[in-house]
Every structure is written in structure tokens, then in C-alpha cells.
């Protein structure tokens, strides 16, 4: 079945490993199509393409660099305004050689510019239905315009030794160090967990593994245990981890987060404290189910700070190609942790990011 291949993949592996597992047999709702409107003027309206599962930016010198799940390529959208992403090109930069081990089911791509070059962070596998096999992979491109120049392979990033299913990598830096977090299993169950290793460069784990974090909490078990696509967001003293929690094809997809110190060592999993309640999810009123795998930035002139997240526009929807993605901006409570508030409702006025 098509739609069970690429983006199922929480469901999908623990189907193959846990016995007895059945189907879900809910009849979805009818799909209604929410189509991106263009932005002029003052405003915008959410989604802002019709399609953008797992969306993330990095900004450098005025520009914004977005990307999504595409399943078999990974593209590059590079715009000055993200309220003008629904009418900006995207450049194909990556294609995988057919028949490689990282040819299919290629996720969650996430691009940074580190010591000089730019840097994508993806998950993929061979080419096919076996996604037990995904794992965490890096590209680099030594030019000033990650659109442009070559991308180099640089292979699997990972532990050895403890060489088990990765996805969803993103870097932390703190206390003058790089590290990788990525949602992964242990080698003994299908829960996914969320993962942290020191970096010795961009493309090279130096051990050990340790968990910082696994489903608990009755939010993070819709459809079966999930901790996964780590995002990090800071503020004066803190820092803060937000996560994707429960199955990505439930309309109770969440975010939930995790705080540390900006100075604690954050290969201590007594460093982090996890929030009891998910910090942003479904607003069923406002078309926006499956709340989750989210990114941030900051406005043109500095000013704001913003999410960008995925959702599906009807329930039922599943872990597929309908998830879009949305964007808000969001405030800070007083002792510095992030207010998401709700999701906006699809197609309501919202005023553009401030520098726009």
C-alpha cells in the first residue's frame, strides 16, 4: 500500500516488531484540500504550501533555507521572506544513486552551515518497505550557497557498536561542544527514544550513546510509545529540547519538551526536566490535527520568534503527504519558556513576520 511506505515509519517498523499488531480499521473522513493562498499585503494564511511534512529553516545572511520530506530527493527552498514560501522555487539538491543504502524513505532533512560548510542531516534506507533499516545520514557542500556547488556523501553518522534504527538528527551546541540528538531504538524494543552523542565534527559520533528521554506519559502512547523529531530552542538561562511525541498518524501527534540548564552537560540525562503536558497540540476548531515535527526562527529584523510545524487538515488523515506546513509566532512566559499557544486556524489573517 502506497501511502503505508514513506512516512508510517514509527507504525510501520513496530508493526514488524511487535506480535499480534492490527491494522487500523477507522474510516478516514473525506479529504478536503486545503490549497495555499498567495500572500499579499500585511498578512498571510496558513498552510503555507499544500504539502510539507516534517518542515524545517535554518537563516543565514538574509536568507531563509527551508526543507521537508520529499521520500525519494531532498530540495532546498531559499527565500528572503518565509511568508512567501508558497511561491519560491525549490532546487533539487540531493538525488541518492538507486540500489545504495540510503536509495529510499529519505525524512526529516535538516541543513546547517558548521566550521565553514553546510551540512544536511537526513534519514534514509534501501529503497523499499523495509524501514526497519533507516538510519541517520550527513551531506556536505563546501559553497557559500547551499542551492549550488556539490554535495558530498560523507555516509552514516553513528555510535559504533550500538549501530540501531536513527532517525530525525538534529545539533545541539552548548558549553563549547556539538552534539547529535535523534529519536532511535535500543536494540531490544520498537519504542522510540530519544538519543545524544558528542560530536568530534560534523559528520562523526565520539561515544557513548546515552538516552535522554522514552514515551511515558499517557500523550506520548496514542497508537504506541514515540519520542521522536528533536528540535532545540533557547533562551537567557535555558535550554530547550521539544519533541514529537505518539504515533505521527494520530490526530493526538504532540509536541512535548525537555529543559536544561544553557551550561548544564547535556549528556546527563539528570540535566533535563520533561514537562508533564504537551506544549502544543490539535485544535480540531481550527482544521489542525497532528500537531508536530516543528522547527523555529526568528523574524526578518530579529524581533519575533516563530514556529513552523506540520499538520493535517482533517482528522484521520494519517502519517502521509497531507501533513502542511503552518507557521505562528509565539511568546515567551516569564521564567523563559516558549508559549505556542494554538494552532491558527487554516486560511485566517496572520500578520507576516515583523521585517517583512
Given at each position: 500500500m502506497r501511502y503505508f511506505l514513506p512516512l508510517a515509519r514509527a507504525f510501520a517498523v513496530s508493526l514488524l516488531m511487535l506480535p499480534g499488531a492490527a491494522c487500523q480499521k477507522t474510516k478516514p473522513a473525506p479529504f478536503v484540500p486545503v490549497v495555499p493562498t498567495v500572500n499579499s499585503g500585511p498578512t498571510f494564511v496558513n498552510p503555507l504550501l499544500p504539502s510539507g511534512p516534517d518542515p524545517w529553516v535554518y537563516q543565514k545572511d538574509g536568507f531563509y533555507y527551508y526543507m521537508h520530506t520529499l521520500n525519494d530527493r531532498l530540495a532546498i527552498w531559499k527565500t528572503p521572506k518565509m511568508s512567501d514560501l508558497g511561491t519560491t522555487p525549490s532546487q533539487v539538491v540531493w538525488t541518492p544513486p538507486a540500489n545504495s543504502p540510503a536509495a529510499g524513505n529519505l525524512w526529516a532533512p535538516e541543513l546547517y552551515f558548521l566550521d565553514g560548510k553546510w551540512y544536511i542531516y537526513y534519514t534514509?534506507?534501501?529503497?523499499?518497505?523495509?524501514?526497519?533499516?533507516?538510519?541517520?545520514?550527513?551531506?556536505?557542500?563546501?559553497?557559500?550557497?547551499?542551492?549550488?556547488?556539490?554535495?558530498?556523501?560523507?555516509?552514516?553518522?553513528?555510535?559504533?557498536?550500538?549501530?540501531?534504527?536513527?532517525?530525525?538528527?538534529?545539533?545541539l551546541e552548548q558549553n563549547g561542544n556539538r552534539y547529535l540528538i535523534w529519536s532511535g531504538h535500543n536494540g531490544i524494543d520498537g519504542v522510540q527514544r530519544l538519543y545524544i552523542s558528542q560530536m568530534s565534527n560534523p559528520w562523526t559520533l565520539t561515544g557513548p550513546r546515552v538516552e535522554l528521554s522514552?514515551?511515558?506519559?499517557?500523550?506520548?502512547?496514542?497508537?504506541?510509545?514515540?519520542?521522536?523529531?528533536?528540535?532545540?530552542?533557547?533562551?537567557?538561562?535555558?535550554?530547550?529540547?521539544?519533541?514529537?511525541?505518539?504515533?505521527?498518524?494520530?490526530?493526538?501527534?504532540?509536541?512535548?519538551?525537555?529543559?536544561?540548564?544553557?551550561?548544564?552537560?547535556?549528556?546527563?540525562?539528570?540535566?533535563?526536566?520533561?514537562?508533564?503536558?504537551?506544549?502544543?497540540?490539535?485544535?480540531?476548531?481550527?482544521?489542525?490535527y497532528a500537531t508536530g515535527h516543528n522547527a523555529f526562527f526568528k523574524s526578518k529584523d530579529g524581533s519575533e520568534d516563530w514556529i513552523i510545524y506540520h499538520a493535517n487538515s482533517n482528522p484521520n488523515e494519517g502519517c502521509v503527504e497531507k501533513r502542511n506546513p503552518r507557521m505562528q509566532k509565539f511568546t515567551w512566559n516569564a521564567d523563559d519558556t516558549p508559549n505556542f499557544g494554538t494552532p491558527v486556524a487554516v486560511g485566517t489573517a496572520v500578520t507576516k513576520p515583523s521585517g517583512e
Amino acid at each position: 500500500m502506497r501511502y503505508f511506505l514513506p512516512l508510517a515509519r514509527a507504525f510501520a517498523v513496530s508493526l514488524l516488531m511487535l506480535p499480534g499488531a492490527a491494522c487500523q480499521k477507522t474510516k478516514p473522513a473525506p479529504f478536503v484540500p486545503v490549497v495555499p493562498t498567495v500572500n499579499s499585503g500585511p498578512t498571510f494564511v496558513n498552510p503555507l504550501l499544500p504539502s510539507g511534512p516534517d518542515p524545517w529553516v535554518y537563516q543565514k545572511d538574509g536568507f531563509y533555507y527551508y526543507m521537508h520530506t520529499l521520500n525519494d530527493r531532498l530540495a532546498i527552498w531559499k527565500t528572503p521572506k518565509m511568508s512567501d514560501l508558497g511561491t519560491t522555487p525549490s532546487q533539487v539538491v540531493w538525488t541518492p544513486p538507486a540500489n545504495s543504502p540510503a536509495a529510499g524513505n529519505l525524512w526529516a532533512p535538516e541543513l546547517y552551515f558548521l566550521d565553514g560548510k553546510w551540512y544536511i542531516y537526513y534519514t534514509a534506507g534501501p529503497a523499499g518497505t523495509n524501514l526497519g533499516l533507516q538510519r541517520t545520514w550527513v551531506l556536505e557542500n563546501s559553497s557559500a550557497d547551499p542551492t549550488t556547488g556539490s554535495w558530498v556523501d560523507k555516509g552514516r553518522i553513528f555510535n559504533a557498536g550500538e549501530d540501531y534504527w536513527a532517525i530525525d538528527g538534529t545539533v545541539l551546541e552548548q558549553n563549547g561542544n556539538r552534539y547529535l540528538i535523534w529519536s532511535g531504538h535500543n536494540g531490544i524494543d520498537g519504542v522510540q527514544r530519544l538519543y545524544i552523542s558528542q560530536m568530534s565534527n560534523p559528520w562523526t559520533l565520539t561515544g557513548p550513546r546515552v538516552e535522554l528521554s522514552r514515551p511515558q506519559y499517557a500523550w506520548e502512547l496514542n497508537g504506541f510509545g514515540v519520542n521522536e523529531g528533536p528540535e532545540i530552542l533557547k533562551r537567557g538561562n535555558k535550554t530547550h529540547l521539544v519533541y514529537s511525541a505518539s504515533f505521527c498518524g494520530t490526530d493526538q501527534y504532540v509536541l512535548g519538551m525537555m529543559t536544561a540548564s544553557s551550561t548544564a552537560d547535556p549528556m546527563l540525562p539528570a540535566s533535563w526536566v520533561k514537562a508533564a503536558t504537551p506544549v502544543f497540540s490539535q485544535n480540531p476548531a481550527n482544521r489542525a490535527y497532528a500537531t508536530g515535527h516543528n522547527a523555529f526562527f526568528k523574524s526578518k529584523d530579529g524581533s519575533e520568534d516563530w514556529i513552523i510545524y506540520h499538520a493535517n487538515s482533517n482528522p484521520n488523515e494519517g502519517c502521509v503527504e497531507k501533513r502542511n506546513p503552518r507557521m505562528q509566532k509565539f511568546t515567551w512566559n516569564a521564567d523563559d519558556t516558549p508559549n505556542f499557544g494554538t494552532p491558527v486556524a487554516v486560511g485566517t489573517a496572520v500578520t507576516k513576520p515583523s521585517g517583512e
